[in-house]
C-alpha cells in the first residue's frame, strides 16, 4: 500500500448492475478526504465490483486520490460475506447461471383445479354438505381437544391495537408494539418507549386464521376470503389508433373529451369537445383532442451533475397559467369559458412525446369573465397571434373551457383546455385555413349563444347527446371507488391541497419534500365528496358516430381507466366461491323468475345445506350485504364452528430483547398485476382477439375475462427463515427500512425474537376421522405417509404467523403434545352430562392423519387435476432451500437501481421485454413460475432486470 492509498471500511450505497459501477458509503469518520458528491459516497468501477454487489454489502475497500481531491475506490480487499462476493477476478470462482440475476418472489398461488371438482367431492371431508348439530355429542364423530405448543424460528410479531402510536405531519408514521395479555402501561398516544418489555402471547384469532389458511388448502373448501370487487385497467392513449383490430360486430371506439351540460333525474346531457381538425384522424402520430397548456415548472434532468437552474422553481405555477386560473378570492378558477391561441399545426410537446402524439399547444389564454372577453385580454390574444415568431405554426384563436387536473404528479408541466371546430371557429370544414371573416368579439358571442343549448338539438352532427343516467351513475361509483383507494380516504391530504404549495422534491433540486402527489381536482372538490356536476369537463368512451353513437362510460380527465369484462369471481371455478357470498354465477340467480326470497334463489337461500369442509368445522356467516333482511323464518345465516382455540400463552424465550425496528414497505395486494394473479385459458390465444375496446390488443397478456383468463389460485407467502432485523438490504433477508426511515408508507415494531415458545388449546366436537386428520394435519404440517414420496427426506414445513410475512417474518412450528378424545358412546344423554370419561393423553394421532392421507389419495384418484394443488401446497409451506442456494427472496427491485424504491419500474419493463425463451403463446412476458418450478427450474425464475433476462 503506498502513501497515498486508504484502507476503509464501507458498504455499497448504490449499484448500477447495468452500466457496471457502484458507491461506496464510508462507515465511520475518516480524516484526510473530501467527499464530493451530496451524499458522501466515493465511486467504484466495475471491474473492481465483483459477482453478487447488492446494496447494503459490506466490506474492507482500497481507496486512492482521484481528480479534484476526491477518491476513488481501487480494489476490494475482502467482502464481509467471502463465501457470496469475491475481491479479484482472477480469483473468482465460476457463477452459476442464475446466481445475481433471478430472485424468487415472496409470494406464489396453490393452484385451484378448473374443472372435475365434484368428482372428488364424494370423498370424505371434501364434500359439500351441511354441518353437524350442536345440540347433541354424536357418538360417530369425535370430539376432544389438542394441546400445541408453538415454537418461533425466526423474527415474529402480531401487533397490539392499544400500543398505536402517530407520529409526524402529513403522511404519519405508526409505531405498534406486540400483543399482550397485561395492560399496555407505557404506551400513550403521544410517546412511543424505547422498549415493549410486557410478557408476549399469541391471539386465538391469530391462531385460527394461520391454521384456516392450511385447512382450506388441503380440504379444497372455499376461498373465505376473497373481494369479488370490480378491477379498472389503464387505457390506451388513442383507442382510434387500433380501430383496424376492432372485433367483429363492434363499432371502432373513440375516446373523447365532453362537457356536463345538463343532469336530471332520468337522462344526462354532455357536449362534445372533439380538438381534431378534418384531416388528424389520417395523422401518425396521432393528435390529441384537447389543447395542452403549460402550467407548471418542471425539473429538466441533465446528463451531468450540472444543477437544474430552474430546481428552485420546479412545481410554481408559470405566469400566463397564474393569470388565468387565480382570482382574487383565493378559488381556483377551472371549468369556466376561455378563449386561447393556439398553434395550428400540430406538432410535439417535448423530445419525449415527438413519436408517441401530436398536439395543437396554447399559445396564450384568456379567460371570459360573465358572457365577455376584456379589451386587455382581446388585445394580448391579437399579440400572440401577429407575433412573427409564431407564423409557421398558424396560430389562430378558437374558444372552449379550461380544465385544471391539478399537481396530481411530481413533474406535471401541461393542463388542458378543452375546445372544437364548430361555425364559430376559424378552421373551415373544408381546407382547414383560417377564417378571419369575425372579429374575435362576433366570433365569441356566436360561441356563446351555441354555448347556452342544454338540450340535444337533434342535429345528428354527434355535438350533443343524451345519455342514461345509469352510464352517469357508475361512473359517480367509479370515482367514488377511485377515491377510496386513492387519497379520499385521508381527509387531511385533501385538505393541504388546497393551498397548492409548490410541489419541490429533494431529488429535483427542492428544498423539502412535501409528501406523495395530490389527488387530481375531481378528487378535492367539497373536501374530498368526489362528484360530477353540471359545467364538469371529463372524457367520453363512444362507440358509432353522429346520432347511432353509444356512450359506454365517463371517465375523470386523469389517468383514465376501464372496467374489466368480468369480476374476479367470474374467473373462479364455482364451488370455490366464498360460501358466506351470494352465488354471482349461480345460473338459477341469473334468472330473475327464479328468485325464492329477497332477491336469492333457492340454492343461495340453502347455503347452509351445502358448505365447504372449512366452513363446516371452523364456522358459517352468511354475507347479507344487499340482500333483503326481511322474511327470514326459515332462512340459516350462520353456523357456529366446531373447533374453537384458546389464546397462546407464554412459556419460554427472551422478549426483553425486542427494539424498535422501521420496517421496510409492505405493500398491499395488487391484483391489477395480471401477470401473476392470472393464467392462461387453453384458447387465450384466439381468445384475445375478441377483446373491446380494441386498444386492448396490445396487452398480450390475460385480462380480467373469463373466456381468456383464469385465477392463479390460493395466495401463500414463502415460508423462511433467517431474517435479519439488523439488516436494510431484503436480498440478505433485511427487514429494516434502508436509513432506518420512518414515513406513512411503512411502520415501525417490536419484532420478538426466535426460539420463543407458547402453548395453546384446539377444541373440537362433532368431527369425521378425516375431518379430524385434516385439522391435525392444519396444526402440525405432518405429511400422510402416501404423500411423504412428494418431498425429499430432509423437507421441512412450517407455518408463518403475524405480521411482515412477505419480508420473511414470523415462520413458526406447532407440535402436538397430547391428543384427548372424549367418551361420547353413552347410554343415553343424561349420564353423558353426569359422567365425563377422557380417554387416555396421547392418542395415535397419526391414525386420523392416515385417515386424511387415505381421503387425499382418494380425491386424486378421482380428480387426476388435484395433484398438483396438493403439489403447489406442500411446497408453499416448506421452509427449506437447497443447500448453497443463493437466490434471493423479496419483491421486484427496480431494474434501473437494484434498489426497492420504484419497484413499480420493474413490471413496466417486464411489460415491453420480449422474455419468449420457453417458446409458449403469448409469451412475450415473465409471468410468475409455479411454486414448483420456482425451486426447481432456477432458468423459470424471474429476472432481476427484465432487458437483460436470465
Given at each position: 500500500m503506498t502513501q497515498n492509498e486508504v484502507t476503509i471500511q464501507g458498504e455499497l450505497a448504490h449499484v448500477d448492475s447495468e452500466r457496471r459501477f457502484a458507491f461506496v458509503r464510508p462507515l465511520g469518520e475518516l480524516p484526510g478526504y473530501v467527499r464530493t458528491r451530496r451524499d458522501g459516497t466515493l465511486h467504484m468501477h466495475g471491474r473492481v465490483l465483483g459477482e453478487l454487489a447488492h446494496v447494503g454489502d459490506q466490506g474492507t475497500f482500497l481507496i486512492v486520490p482521484g481528480n479534484e481531491q476526491s477518491w476513488t475506490v481501487r480494489r476490494v480487499i475482502r467482502w464481509e460475506r467471502e463465501e457470496v462476493h469475491v475481491a479479484a477476478p482472477e480469483s473468482r470462482p465460476r457463477p452459476t447461471p442464475t446466481r445475481g440475476k433471478t430472485f424468487v418472489h415472496p409470494y406464489n398461488f396453490v393452484s385451484l383445479p378448473a374443472c372435475g371438482l365434484a368428482d372428488a367431492q364424494g370423498v370424505s371431508p371434501f364434500a359439500r354438505s351441511s354441518a353437524p348439530s350442536h345440540a347433541t355429542y354424536d357418538p360417530e364423530r369425535l370430539s376432544g381437544h389438542i394441546d400445541c405448543q408453538l415454537r418461533t424460528l425466526g423474527p415474529w410479531f402480531i401487533p397490539d391495537p392499544r400500543k398505536l402510536v402517530v407520529e409526524g405531519q402529513g403522511e404519519k408514521h405508526k409505531t405498534l408494539g406486540y400483543f399482550t395479555f397485561d395492560e399496555a402501561?407505557?404506551?400513550d398516544e403521544n410517546r412511543v418507549p424505547d422498549?415493549?418489555?410486557g410478557e408476549p402471547a399469541l391471539p386465538a384469532a391469530s391462531l385460527r386464521g394461520m391454521i384456516r389458511g392450511v385447512f382450506e388448502a388441503a380440504t379444497l373448501s372455499c376461498l373465505s376470503v376473497f373481494d369479488n370487487s370490480p378491477l379498472d385497467f389503464r387505457m390506451g392513449r388513442d383507442l382510434e389508433d387500433q380501430a383496424d383490430r376492432t372485433p367483429h360486430g363492434r363499432a371502432a371506439p373513440r375516446y373523447l373529451p365532453c362537457r356536463i351540460i345538463n343532469v336530471t333525474d332520468r337522462t344526462v346531457s354532455i357536449e362534445f369537445l372533439d380538438g381534431r381538425a378534418k384531416d388528424d384522424d389520417k395523422a401518425r402520430p396521432s393528435v390529441l383532442r384537447v389543447a395542452p397548456m403549460h402550467a407548471y415548472m418542471q425539473s429538466v434532468k441533465y446528463r451531468t451533475d450540472r444543477r437544474d437552474p430552474n430546481s428552485e422553481k420546479v412545481g410554481t405555477t408559470v405566469p400566463g397559467w397564474a393569470d388565468l386560473v387565480t382570482l382574487p378570492d383565493g378559488k381556483q378558477w377551472t371549468g369556466n369559458r376561455v378563449a386561447a391561441v393556439i398553434a395550428t399545426v400540430p406538432g410535439a410537446l417535448s423530445n419525449r412525446s415527438r413519436d408517441r402524439f401530436q398536439v395543437r399547444e396554447v399559445l396564450r389564454a384568456v379567460r371570459a369573465d360573465g358572457?365577455?372577453?376584456?379589451?386587455?385580454g382581446i388585445a394580448s390574444l391579437q399579440a400572440v397571434q401577429s407575433d412573427p415568431q409564431h407564423k409557421a405554426r398558424q396560430p389562430c384563436v378558437v374558444f372552449g373551457y379550461l380544465h385544471r387536473t391539478g399537481p396530481n404528479i411530481e413533474n406535471k408541466h401541461h393542463e388542458r383546455i378543452f375546445f372544437r371546430w364548430t361555425d364559430y371557429n376559424p378552421?373551415?370544414?373544408?381546407d382547414n385555413s383560417p377564417e378571419m371573416d369575425d372579429s374575435i368579439e362576433d366570433r365569441f358571442q356566436k360561441f356563446l349563444i351555441d354555448d347556452a343549448r342544454t338540450e340535444d338539438p337533434g342535429t345528428g352532427d354527434g355535438v350533443y347527446k343524451s345519455i342514461p343516467i345509469e352510464v352517469f351513475n357508475e361512473s359517480l361509483q367509479r370515482l367514488g371507488e377511485y377515491s377510496d383507494r386513492q387519497p379520499g380516504k385521508d381527509a387531511a391530504r385533501i385538505e393541504a391541497a388546497k393551498s397548492d404549495p409548490p410541489r419541490m422534491l429533494p431529488d429535483q433540486g427542492g428544498p423539502t419534500a412535501v409528501g406523495p402527489p395530490y389527488p387530481s381536482d375531481f378528487v378535492r372538490r367539497d373536501s374530498g365528496q368526489v362528484s360530477w356536476k353540471r359545467g364538469d369537463t371529463c372524457y367520453a368512451l363512444v362507440e358509432g358516430q353522429g346520432k347511432d353513437a353509444v356512450v359506454h362510460g365517463l371517465y375523470p380527465v386523469a389517468i383514465p381507466r376501464l372496467r374489466h369484462e368480468d369480476l374476479r369471481g367470474d374467473l373462479l371455478p364455482f364451488q370455490f366461491f366464498p360460501c358466506s357470498a351470494k352465488h354471482v354465477r349461480c345460473a338459477s340467480c341469473d334468472d330473475s323468475s327464479q328468485h325464492y326470497e329477497n332477491q336469492m334463489c333457492r340454492e343461495c337461500f340453502e347455503r347452509d345445506r351445502h358448505l365447504c369442509p372449512a366452513c363446516r368445522v371452523f364456522g358459517w356467516v352468511r354475507d347479507l350485504s344487499g340482500v333483503g333482511r326481511e322474511g327470514r323464518k326459515d332462512r340459516v345465516d350462520s353456523v357456529a364452528g366446531h373447533v374453537w382455540f384458546t389464546h397462546g400463552r407464554y412459556v419460554s424465550g427472551d422478549y426483553l430483547s425486542s427494539e424498535r425496528v422501521p420496517l421496510a414497505k409492505l405493500g398491499s395486494p395488487k391484483p391489477t398485476t395480471t401477470l401473476f394473479y392470472l393464467g392462461e385459458q387453453r384458447d387465450f390465444s384466439r381468445e384475445k382477439g375478441t377483446?373491446?375496446?380494441?386498444?386492448?390488443?396490445?396487452?398480450?397478456?390475460?385480462l380480467y375475462r373469463r373466456l381468456e383468463a383464469l385465477l392463479r389460485g390460493r395466495k401463500f407467502y414463502r415460508r423462511r427463515l433467517g431474517a435479519d432485523p439488523k439488516r436494510s438490504d431484503p436480498r440478505r433477508n433485511g427487514l429494516r427500512h434502508e436509513g432506518?426511515?420512518?414515513?406513512?408508507?411503512?411502520?415501525?415494531?417490536?419484532?420478538?425474537p426466535k426460539d420463543m415458545v407458547f402453548s395453546f388449546r384446539v377444541h373440537f366436537d362433532n368431527l369425521t376421522p378425516e375431518e379430524l386428520g385434516a385439522l391435525l394435519f392444519a396444526i402440525e404440517l405432518t405429511v400422510p405417509a402416501s404423500q411423504r414420496a412428494r418431498l425429499p427426506g430432509e423437507a421441512r414445513l412450517c407455518h408463518a404467523i403475524g405480521h411482515g410475512k412477505p419480508l420473511g417474518m414470523g415462520a413458526c412450528e406447532i407440535a402436538v403434545t397430547s391428543l384427548?378424545?372424549?367418551?361420547?358412546?353413552?347410554?343415553?344423554?343424561?349420564?353423558?352430562?353426569?359422567?365425563?370419561?377422557?380417554?387416555?393423553?396421547?392418542?395415535?394421532?397419526?391414525?386420523?392423519?392416515?385417515?386424511?392421507?387415505?381421503?387425499?389419495?382418494?380425491?386424486?384418484?378421482?380428480n387426476p387435476a388435484l395433484r398438483q394443488s396438493l403439489e403447489d401446497l406442500l411446497e408453499m409451506l416448506r421452509c427449506d432451500w437447497p443447500a448453497g442456494e443463493t437466490t434471493p427472496i423479496h419483491y421486484p427491485p427496480n431494474p434501473s437501481t437494484s434498489e426497492f424504491d420504484e419497484i413499480y419500474k420493474w413490471f413496466m419493463e417486464n411489460v415491453k421485454a420480449r422474455n419468449d425463451q420457453r417458446g409458449e403463446p403469448g409469451g412475450q412476458f415473465k409471468p410468475l413460475?409455479?411454486?414448483?418450478?420456482?425451486?426447481?427450474?432456477?432458468?423459470?425464475?424471474?429476472?432481476v432486470n427484465p432487458k437483460r433476462p436470465s
Open positions: 402501561s407505557g404506551w422498549k415493549d418489555g358572457d365577455a372577453l376584456s379589451a386587455d378552421i373551415k370544414a373544408d377483446r373491446w375496446p380494441p386498444a386492448l390488443q396490445k396487452i398480450r397478456q390475460p432506518d426511515k420512518r414515513g406513512g408508507q411503512n411502520q415501525s415494531v417490536f419484532p420478538l384427548v378424545l372424549h367418551n361420547t358412546d353413552a347410554a343415553d344423554a343424561n349420564s353423558r352430562y353426569r359422567q365425563w370419561t377422557i380417554s387416555p393423553e396421547g392418542s395415535d394421532k397419526q391414525t386420523y392423519i392416515e385417515a386424511f392421507g387415505k381421503a387425499w389419495d382418494d380425491a386424486v384418484a378421482a413460475p409455479t411454486p414448483a418450478d420456482e425451486r426447481n427450474e432456477p432458468d423459470q425464475r424471474l429476472p
